[in-house]
């Protein structure tokens, strides 16, 4: 129960002028994003003709800091003003993406990577949280099906648009665009409280406990180790979101296998245009933003077993690509609309795999850690995008791309089921407790 609520925490979300004003900076930057990685791997996989190790460690070079700085750059988000930091986030950006023009060997590309990587690290959780801030409890999932959905908006757009920025003035604009979209989403996050807006009991009890405490902890500031450490604890503690953690970040790692070397199997087409991969990634867009509208509307299925059914669906698809990639004789109006839905169908998986964990977890974590487990939660997911792409380049190297497709399918399917299995088995168990409680109890 809320106390001290506001008129804006009483009005509907679209109501809510700085979530709106948060969501159009997340918009801008998230279009982005995709228009400066799709470009990004049309140059080193398509027109650099890069190897599947150097495929991997492009992927490599934007995930790793993620991994080593996610939980420090939690705790930090959790110090700072999340404001501020996003801005401060954004305007590196705007100079690290615009070095990416000038960029002309593969290790200009892995200096790059890295250094973005950093930044947006500390961008998310201090966008989670901030989320957190300006939002009732009661409108959360609403808000992150709305976030999730501005996130698969932008991989319709971008990809659509990188497309034909590529095609009709070359992979510069597509940079020089990205970076610009940083500096109108600082500008527009200037426009956002800096202070918390949603004022919890638990918050208001807290703030008054620091102010009467506050001259005994002067000199007592927890570490950022410290900090770290409380927001895995924090993880460890919120109902069933060990166990979702654990299926999305195998999930993850199963379909780095193949994903990260997305390219390599396009080459194995003869004919293949370039603009196909930025159609693809569209249409997964396309797929994840229909689950990410539906999945709150089922309401039945609990969040583990939409997860587990998401993970089984992408692995059927990513196996069938790999195959009917194997047998296709040749590029052409036929493959590419095959490639095209099943690309779409994939992205369906991947929205209820991903989106009901994040609405679990934005539900079940409390304000005042947000940083350090959303922090936390980044590096367990990019530990698994890291080791992906690496398991991917080998079985690519060693066996071929097809079969890695084709693993991949089938470990992402067992695993999906396996979920949803276990999930069911012990829905059952519990209503039997229950039933056999009833009976003795009389009720």
């Given at each position: 129960m809320t106390i001290g609520l506001t008129m804006q925490e009483r009005r509907p979300l679209?109501?809510?002028?700085?979530?709106?004003?948060?969501?159009?900076?997340?918009?801008?930057?998230?279009?982005?994003?995709?228009?400066?990685?799709?470009?990004?791997?049309?140059?080193?996989?398509?027109?650099?003709?890069?190897?599947?190790?150097?495929?991997?460690?492009?992927?490599?070079?934007?995930?790793?800091?993620?991994?080593?700085?996610?939980?420090?750059?939690?705790?930090?988000?959790?110090?700072?003003?999340?404001?501020?930091?996003?801005?401060?986030?954004?305007?590196?950006?705007?100079?690290?993406?615009?070095?990416l023009i000038f960029a002309d060997q593969m290790w200009h590309v892995y200096v790059l990577l890295i250094l973005k990587s950093l930044f947006d690290v500390v961008f998310s959780p201090a966008k989670n949280g901030k989320l957190k801030e300006i939002v009732p409890q009661e409108q959360l999932g609403q808000a992150v099906s709305i976030s999730s959905v501005i996130e698969q908006m932008s991989k319709i757009i971008g990809?659509?648009?990188?497309?034909?920025?590529v095609a009709a003035f070359g992979i510069t604009w597509c940079f020089a665009l990205d970076s610009v979209s940083f500096l109108i989403s600082g500008i527009i996050l200037l426009w956002i409280p800096g202070a918390r807006v949603i004022q919890s009991a638990n918050q208001n009890v807290e703030q008054v406990r620091e102010e009467t405490t506050g001259a005994a902890q002067a000199g007592k500031k927890a570490t950022f180790l410290k900090d770290t450490m409380e927001g895995i604890r924090m993880l460890a503690s919120l109902p069933h979101v060990g166990t979702s953690l654990i299926l999305l970040a195998s999930a993850l790692l199963f379909l780095q296998f193949a994903d990260s070397q997305t390219v390599v199997l396009f080459r194995q087409l003869p004919g293949i245009s370039s603009d196909l991969l930025g159609w693809c990634v569209a249409a997964s867009g396309v797929g994840t933003l229909i689950a990410a509208m539906s999945v709150q509307k089922w309401k039945k299925a609990g969040h583990v077993i939409k997860m587990g059914l998401g993970t089984s669906l992408m692995g059927?698809?990513?196996?069938?690509?790999?195959?009917?990639?194997?047998?296709?004789?040749?590029?052409?109006?036929?493959?590419?609309?095959?490639?095209?839905?099943?690309?779409?169908l994939a992205g369906v998986g991947v929205g209820f795999a991903i989106v009901p964990f994040q609405i679990l977890l934005q539900e079940q974590t409390p304000?005042?850690?947000?940083?350090?487990?959303?922090?936390?939660?980044?590096?367990?997911?990019?530990?698994?995008?890291?080791m992906g792409p690496v398991v991917g380049g080998f079985l690519v190297t060693s066996f071929g791309v097809i079969p890695a497709f084709v693993c991949s399918g089938i470990l992402l399917t067992l695993l999906g089921v396996i979920y949803v299995v276990i999930r069911r088995q012990k829905k059952n168990d519990m209503d039997g407790s229950l039933a056999a409680k009833s009976v003795i109890t009389g009720e």
């Amino acid at each position: 129960m809320t106390i001290g609520l506001t008129m804006q925490e009483r009005r509907p979300l679209k109501h809510n002028r700085s979530f709106i004003t948060l969501m159009a900076a997340q918009a801008i930057s998230n279009l982005g994003d995709w228009l400066h990685l799709l470009a990004i791997l049309t140059l080193v996989g398509i027109r650099w003709n890069a190897t599947p190790w150097e495929i991997t460690f492009t992927t490599l070079c934007a995930a790793l800091p993620v991994l080593l700085t996610g939980p420090f750059a939690g705790a930090l988000a959790d110090r700072v003003n999340r404001k501020w930091l996003m801005i401060v986030a954004d305007g590196a950006r705007i100079v690290i993406v615009g070095g990416l023009i000038f960029a002309d060997q593969m290790w200009h590309v892995y200096v790059l990577l890295i250094l973005k990587s950093l930044f947006d690290v500390v961008f998310s959780p201090a966008k989670n949280g901030k989320l957190k801030e300006i939002v009732p409890q009661e409108q959360l999932g609403q808000a992150v099906s709305i976030s999730s959905v501005i996130e698969q908006m932008s991989k319709i757009i971008g990809p659509a648009l990188g497309g034909l920025l590529v095609a009709a003035f070359g992979i510069t604009w597509c940079f020089a665009l990205d970076s610009v979209s940083f500096l109108i989403s600082g500008i527009i996050l200037l426009w956002i409280p800096g202070a918390r807006v949603i004022q919890s009991a638990n918050q208001n009890v807290e703030q008054v406990r620091e102010e009467t405490t506050g001259a005994a902890q002067a000199g007592k500031k927890a570490t950022f180790l410290k900090d770290t450490m409380e927001g895995i604890r924090m993880l460890a503690s919120l109902p069933h979101v060990g166990t979702s953690l654990i299926l999305l970040a195998s999930a993850l790692l199963f379909l780095q296998f193949a994903d990260s070397q997305t390219v390599v199997l396009f080459r194995q087409l003869p004919g293949i245009s370039s603009d196909l991969l930025g159609w693809c990634v569209a249409a997964s867009g396309v797929g994840t933003l229909i689950a990410a509208m539906s999945v709150q509307k089922w309401k039945k299925a609990g969040h583990v077993i939409k997860m587990g059914l998401g993970t089984s669906l992408m692995g059927l698809v990513i196996g069938a690509v790999g195959m009917i990639v194997g047998v296709w004789p040749h590029a052409g109006l036929g493959a590419n609309l095959l490639l095209i839905s099943l690309f779409a169908l994939a992205g369906v998986g991947v929205g209820f795999a991903i989106v009901p964990f994040q609405i679990l977890l934005q539900e079940q974590t409390p304000e005042s850690m947000t940083g350090r487990v959303f922090g936390t939660v980044g590096s367990i997911m990019t530990a698994s995008n890291i080791m992906g792409p690496v398991v991917g380049g080998f079985l690519v190297t060693s066996f071929g791309v097809i079969p890695a497709f084709v693993c991949s399918g089938i470990l992402l399917t067992l695993l999906g089921v396996i979920y949803v299995v276990i999930r069911r088995q012990k829905k059952n168990d519990m209503d039997g407790s229950l039933a056999a409680k009833s009976v003795i109890t009389g009720e």
